[in-house]
């Protein structure tokens, strides 16, 4: 049976294309993730999904950015936890997380400094805002 491609289907994929996993949007009309995503990538969907600056722009402000940056003290007991953004966990929708502990070394106007038992790990503000770090 061939997949018929209409405005209510091609609606349902723009309204959940950063919501939903691709595959889960294709279970949902019945047709491949290959077919979801080249959909995606006709109505530039691919490249909105990929833009992380522009996302964290429309969430963070430069004054809630300010305001993470005050949460830090030198010499504070600090542990991470760290959403994995690089590789095979870039989808959406992605739960695999690391955790850092350390102690805050040093801070800037943008990004705090962990020193860990044998190496220092930098973390920006924005990252927090965001939701990729989180203090746990």
Known sequence: M?????KARNDFVKANWGIMRQKDIAAKLGCSPTLVNMI???????????????????YCSIENVRKM?????????????I??????YINIGCNKYRTV????????????????????????????????VQVI
């Open 2 to 6: 061939l997949f018929e491609r209409t």
């Open 40 to 58: 995606g990538y006709e109505m530039d969907l691919v490249k909105s999904r990929k833009s992380s600056a522009e996302v964290r722009s429309q």
């Open 69 to 81: 940056a005050k949460l830090f003290k030198m010499g504070q007991k600090i542990k991470l936890k």
């Open 83 to 88: 959403r994995f953004t690089h590789g095979a």
């Open 101 to 132: 502990r350390g102690t805050v070394a040093d801070k800037t106007e943008w990004l705090v400094v962990v020193q860990r038992e044998n190496s220092r790990e930098s973390f920006k503000y924005i990252d927090f805002c965001v939701g990729d």
